[in-house]
């Protein structure tokens, strides 16, 4: 019996808010995440990584946001996630935290933070929840990370897992590469999504994984799976936000549907900006103090 679903098992009925959609006047918990798994209520999460584009994804009524160390690569510039810093990770969750109201804010535990062991995982993740405000802490790694888990939930730390294609292993992948695929590596995933539950999360990502195993896993486990690349039966999907807003350049993987065009958007309105200047027709009179 996970920690989650004993909790779960002992509330008192109550009438439930949806998560995308519902009236909340305080933030979601994982309560509320507990409570969606229980009613079957599918829902979404995106990732920024600070104050300003945070806030307009809470004003949409986006349930969960992740500040997740994808920032190395569409916000900070790095080629991989593996460069960036817990440091890094404070200064952009904690400006996540305050331009949102409503949002449970999972932070990212970057490479480097938690592998070393419990007490340097308590460590860091003491540190994003004490200096950021966010609500949960997310890190990659299944049975290996286990242990990790359980000392930062004994903690009072919720903990989001993150299984599959872990991009902070992509050297040890040789690549960005679909996991999972074959007998022997399903029954992997399913052990470690069995271990990450075990240990008390309350949900895990599931990257790049074949739709039936992902399925499986999410009819196994009594905590929410969060897909990416792991098809439709998730309990909930989470993109990286540069992705589906159609800012991020060149090819996307195959699992990333663009919901607008805001590279070519902003390309244009820079290119606007630019001419008028040249021109002379801004700044106009209505611009100018007298």
């Given at each position: 019996?996970?920690?989650?679903?004993?909790?779960?098992?002992?509330?008192?009925?109550?009438?439930?808010?949806?998560?995308?959609?519902?009236?909340?006047?305080?933030?979601?918990?994982?309560?509320?995440?507990?409570?969606?798994?229980?009613?079957?209520?599918?829902?979404?999460?995106?990732?920024?990584?600070?104050?300003?584009?945070?806030?307009?994804?809470?004003?949409?009524?986006?349930?969960?946001?992740?500040?997740?160390?994808?920032?190395?690569?569409?916000?900070?510039?790095?080629?991989?996630?593996?460069?960036?810093?817990?440091?890094?990770?404070?200064?952009?969750?904690?400006?996540?935290?305050?331009?949102?109201?409503?949002?449970l804010i999972v932070g990212d535990l970057p490479f480097g933070t938690y592998q070393a062991g419990p007490e340097q995982a308590l460590r860091s993740a003491t540190r994003l929840v004490k200096e950021t405000g966010v609500g949960a802490v997310k890190l990659e790694g299944g049975e290996r990370s286990a242990r990790q888990i359980d000392i930062m939930v004994s903690a009072g730390i919720p903990i989001m897992g993150h299984l599959g294609l872990t991009p902070q292993s992509v050297n040890a992948f040789g690549g960005y590469r679909v996991q999972g695929r074959g007998e022997a590596a399903a029954r992997r995933l399913v052990r470690d999504a069995r271990a990450v539950q075990d240990a008390g999360a309350f949900a895990v990502v599931l990257e790049a994984v074949p739709e039936e195993v992902a399925t499986e896993i999410t009819a196994a486990l009594d905590i929410p799976t969060v897909g990416i690349g792991a098809g439709p039966n998730c309990d909930a999907q989470v993109l990286v936000w540069t992705d589906a807003m159609g800012l991020t350049p060149g090819r996307l993987p195959r699992f990333v549907k663009k919901y607008s065009g805001l590279r070519d958007t902003l390309d244009e309105a820079a290119r606007t900006f630019a001419e008028e200047v040249v021109s002379g027709a801004f700044p106009a009179a209505e611009h100018a103090y007298h």
């Open positions: 019996m996970t920690r989650i679903s004993h909790a779960r098992r002992q509330e008192p009925a109550e009438r439930r808010t949806s998560l995308y959609g519902g009236e909340f006047s305080r933030r979601i918990t994982v309560r509320d995440i507990a409570a969606a798994k229980e009613s079957g209520e599918k829902w979404p999460m995106l990732t920024a990584y600070d104050a300003m584009t945070a806030s307009v994804f809470d004003q949409a009524g986006i349930p969960v946001i992740l500040v997740g160390d994808t920032m190395g690569a569409c916000h900070l510039g790095y080629d991989s996630t593996v460069p960036v810093t817990l440091e890094e990770i404070l200064v952009l969750s904690a400006a996540v935290v305050r331009g949102t109201e409503r949002a």
